[in-house]
């Protein structure tokens, strides 16, 4: 089907139906539109699809199909057009994917400009797995940074903090860096065995993937279920635990996998649950919660709702539980948002504090020191906690953590990070690897 084509169905749908799920009024969109029009004045306008943080348009241009990409200020981060290569990057280009994409069939590709820079995006597929892969204009691989708008700080911001440089890791200079694969690219959890394997979970895919450490070469541990939010795995022995976000908890073998996971609810009294960790000390299990507690003792459900409400911008609990108490876990830290941002504005001077949240997504004890780091996607940071105690709170350059959503420790004390990619976009999932400083 040709875009002139989708474009009569496109309009045939409009007119039929007034409206579709991903069409913006002209409202919402004029400030993008004007964007669109100012680049093309007689742009024929195919589709224009919301993204949890953009805003796509794709269209015509005399007949040539171009993609705009708007972060959700209407800002524009990127646009997408064709891009027919010299014989020259081709060369260069085919020998790079000969390495490591052998029997990959070239799909598309296109060029990317920003503000500041521009790319070239290949996209291969080989048994209906699509991989994009990054080249600089002359041919090697391109290595970019997260496109960021209106964060509370930013790479430039933290690499002039004096606070930030007595953190406890450099996340400024990771040990090592490396993207996942493309099943891999909403990587929501992972869990380190042996300080060789990372054990990985995808969001939206009831399987677990293996990344040898040593050569970043992946393997599938087991396919347990279908589809569901899966939002994060340990490893306990010879089992994988993995935590989807209704509490559903499924365990089984990675050793001898027979393709059946015991399943259990656990009965958290939260709605969206997306961190879990075990502790070998205790022999206890922990986890967070993203949103507000949900008040099982308010007697309807408009004292419910209002309860829920008024905690909304103020705590988010971590619960405990073993074997025996999966049905009944313990409350074992409140998170104060309040203190969080209080202790952001004394220590690294920034004053724009109440509008920053905390939304928990993984959590971990450091192997030495026992403290409990949690990580939070949402305004990226990690909080440090010595028992009840608030110690540290040490953010994360949005450039550099697109999504971050999983966290362990080698027995080192080496911090691990996996952060997600865009999930129809540029950005693939990756893993950072932190040295604890001397």
Known sequence: MTLKTRTLIFAATLLIFGCTGNKTTSQE???????????????????????????????????????????KNENLLYKETAFKPSP?????????IQKNHSGWILDEISLIETKDTSFVKIELLKNGVEENLFFTLDGKFYKFKNFISNETWSLQSLQTSTYYKTLDYDFLNPKKTFETPEVLKEISGLSIAGDTAIFCI??????????????????????????????????????????????????????????????VMLRVPCMNIEGLFYDKDS????????????????????????????????????????????????????????????????NYKIDSVQTIHFNPSALAIHPITKELYILSAADRMILVYNGQTLKNVMLLAPEDFYKPE?????????????????????????????EKKK
Do not use: W
């Open 29 to 71: 969109s004029s400030k993008m539109m004007a964007e669109v029009y100012k680049f093309c004045p007689k742009a024929d306008v195919v589709n224009v699809e919301h993204k949890v943080e953009s805003v796509e348009i794709e269209f015509l241009c005399n007949d040539k199909p171009i993609s705009f990409v708007f972060d």
């Open 88 to 96: 020259d990057f081709l060369r260069k280009m085919e020998k790079k």
């Open 202 to 263: 995808q969001d939206e895919l009831g399987a677990v993937f293996q990344i040898d450490l040593r050569d970043e070469s992946m393997t599938t541990v087991g396919r347990f279920t279908d589809i569901g939010d899966f939002e994060d795995v340990q490893i306990v022995g010879d089992d994988v635990v993995v935590l989807r976000s209704d509490g559903a908890l499924f365990s089984f073998n990675y050793e001898n996998f027979s393709g059946h996971a015991d399943q």
């Open 283 to 346: 022999k206890k299990f922990l986890v967070s919660c993203k949103e507000p507690s949900i008040d099982t003792r308010a007697s309807n459900k408009k004292a419910h709702r209002q309860k829920v409400l008024e905690n909304a911008d103020k705590e988010r609990l971590v619960y405990a539980f073993d074997q025996k108490s999966i049905g009944n876990p313990t409350e074992y830290l409140s998170i104060k948002i309040e203190e969080v941002r209080t202790f952001i504005k004394n």
């Open 406 to 434: 999983g966290l362990d420790f080698l027995s080192n004390g080496d911090m691990v990070i996996s952060s997600e990619g865009m999930k129809k976009g540029y950005l693939q999932g990756k893993i950072t690897i932190l």
